[in-house]
């Protein structure tokens, strides 16, 4: 059967920037089809489309120079298992880089100019390290009380951690999608961030330490330490607690694209365009004057 004119407008609408539905089961496949738009926009703005092939081919590059330096019949190997392992370093060598891009798919959607969001090598070596530390301590006590559930216990420590990582890979890509106001400062944003309220999982445990029997004053203290490591995210954590069904659809596309070994580099700038028309889309003053989070 052939599908009709109106479904295909219908999928066309989706991948089209425009504003976030209001009805629960829209926005959830408004957020799933934000990476075909990152598609849809690198396919259509050639300067945008060279500027996301960057990072790949320079890591490609380099891979292929080490490669060559061993046994020609292993190339291909030994490319591939480079390439591999290295795949993860661009998001912090170069993140300069990605935040430019960031900023040029916002204009190249025709929201208001902004600047990249730039930061120094060492600031972004330091929110790695936080960020590892913070998605392990704060899943570990979690996974040692469900583990003790008999029988089903491992299971429910899998769906947490999936969760868990799920929630993360949204905060990750919104915050590589981050811009600058004109005259607006890396202290400005850090400034803005300590107004933001303390994300979902410190407020539990802080709500915990009043409530457990014995060992309050550990969790209070551990409570206090996340809330310290969560700094640099506390905006974007707050943009998925605002609308978890819209994150809901984004993180379920954007996992099954970075998922995928050695491809997950080339599909990053995706997944960062997606991201950028969503925080222009969710930053428009019009959107939020018309629209009750959700």
């Given at each position: 059967m052939?599908?009709?004119?109106?479904?295909?407008?219908?999928?066309?609408?989706?991948?089209?920037?425009?504003?976030?539905?209001?009805?629960?089961?829209?926005?959830?496949?408004?957020?799933?089809?934000?990476?075909?738009?990152?598609?849809?926009?690198?396919?259509?703005?050639?300067?945008?489309?060279?500027?996301?092939?960057?990072?790949?081919?320079?890591?490609?590059?380099?891979?292929?120079?080490?490669a060559l330096a061993g046994h020609r019949d292993d190339f291909l190997h030994r490319f591939y298992v480079t390439f591999a392992v290295l795949a993860p370093l661009p998001s912090i060598v170069l993140a300069g880089h990605y935040a430019r891009l960031a900023a040029h798919?916002?204009?190249?959607?025709?929201?208001?100019?902004?600047?990249?969001?730039?930061?120094?090598?060492?600031?972004?070596?330091?929110?790695a390290i936080k960020q590892a530390i913070l998605v392990a301590i704060v899943?570990?006590?979690?996974?040692?009380?469900?583990?003790?559930?008999?029988?089903?216990?491992?299971?429910?420590?899998?769906?947490?951690?999936?969760?868990?990582?799920?929630?993360?890979?949204?905060?990750?890509?919104?915050?590589?999608?981050?811009v600058l106001r004109p005259g607006q400062t890396l202290a400005d944003l850090d400034a803005a961030a300590l107004l933001v309220q303390s994300p979902w999982y410190v407020r539990w445990l802080f709500h915990a330490a009043d409530r457990v029997p014995?060992?309050?004053?550990?969790?209070?203290?551990?409570?206090?330490?996340?809330?310290?490591?969560?700094l640099p995210w506390r905006e974007?954590?707050?943009?998925?607690?605002?609308?978890?069904?819209?994150?809901?659809?984004?993180?379920?596309?954007?996992?099954?694209?970075?998922?995928?070994?050695v491809l997950n580099l080339a599909f990053r700038p995706i997944v960062i365009v997606g991201a950028s028309h969503v925080l222009g889309q969710l930053e428009s003053t019009d959107y939020r004057s018309r629209t009750p989070p959700g």
């Open positions: 052939r599908a009709s004119p109106s479904r295909f407008a219908a999928v066309r609408d989706h991948v089209a920037p425009r504003s976030p539905p209001v009805a629960a089961v829209d926005r959830v496949v408004y957020g799933l089809t934000q990476p075909l738009l990152g598609v849809r926009l690198l396919a259509t703005h050639r300067s945008l489309l060279k500027a996301a092939l960057v990072p790949a081919v320079l890591l490609a590059a380099f891979c292929a120079a080490i798919a916002r204009h190249a959607l025709g929201f208001s100019r902004v600047d990249p969001c730039i930061e120094p090598l060492r600031r972004n070596l330091a929110r899943l570990a006590p979690i996974s040692g009380l469900l583990h003790m559930v008999p029988g089903i216990g491992w299971l429910f420590v899998q769906a947490a951690a999936a969760v868990w990582a799920l929630h993360w890979v949204v905060v990750e890509a919104f915050d590589a999608a981050r014995f060992g309050g004053r550990l969790v209070l203290r551990f409570a206090r330490l996340c809330d310290r490591l969560s974007e954590i707050a943009l998925v607690e605002e609308h978890p069904t819209l994150m809901i659809g984004f993180a379920l596309s954007t996992a099954a694209l970075l998922a995928v070994p």
